[in-house]
């Protein structure tokens, strides 16, 4: 079997264990760069050697212009050769993965970017101002990212029958396979209802919930760039805001209502309470009063 043949078989696999379409789109990207690199080589003549001479190659460590990838981008290609060989490995078409000797060094964790709450405001009042069918599902799709803190991926992934309005829900698929359900409170099912409506009259054999123009499933690129164009709509000139900063939002914003971390590593789905550490921001007004009072 060629490289590329095996790349279109775990693609397949990835999609068949409900991997996220944004997981999966990156792994592909990342492997069918190995087969740009290394050639169409049959899955046997791929050796660690030839794995790592890929990953430390200017395609993998350099952007187009010539400055240096960060290391969470370098984490994402090395994971998705050591999926990518260890399946190779469970599925016998080689003997041992090529990639079990990459290491994927721990990246220092930033402190997400969020929107404040003036952002947050001329947001959201920008969505409800502007009508139309495409403004009516953004304005869905970004206060879903908002109200409950669900991902991007999982976002896209949602189908209609994924919402449950009666059961004040909605089931997304999560990392890992997982499936949460997302809580939805009386605005959001609100929204939904009209957006239904709508969404229901819509000339679309896709159970997806959100639709592009051409009546599909939209894609993560394509939320990402909506968001973008209502940044500057909102008149929210900050760079590194990314549809994924409307997650860390959220848990900042329910962090500082009721100051449990239990209770927002629950409600963004977090295995561990550690991960959501990162949203116990500091509130300099509250320490500059503290010192004040000293």
Known sequence: MTLTQAVEQFTTFLRANRRSEGTIDCYRRDLLGLVRYAGDLDVEALTPDRVHR??????VQLQANGSPRSPVTVNRCKAALRSFGAWLADTGLVPRSPAAGLE???TERRSPQVLT????K???KELAARKGEAADRDRVMLELLLGTGIRLAELVGLDVADVDLDGKHITAHV???RIETRFLNTDL????RHYLRRRAAADSESPALFLSNRRQRISSRQVQARFKQWL???GIDRPGLSPHSLRHTFGTRLYARSKDLLLVAKALGHRCVETSRIYVHEDTAALEDALESL
């Open 54 to 59: 890929f990953v430390a190659a200017d395609v």
């Open 104 to 106: 994927i060094r721990r």
């Open 117 to 120: 709450d003036p952002e947050r």
């Open 122 to 124: 001329r947001m959201v």
């Open 175 to 177: 990392k890992g396979g």
């Open 189 to 192: 099912r609100r929204l939904l």
């Open 232 to 234: 500057g709509w909102a």
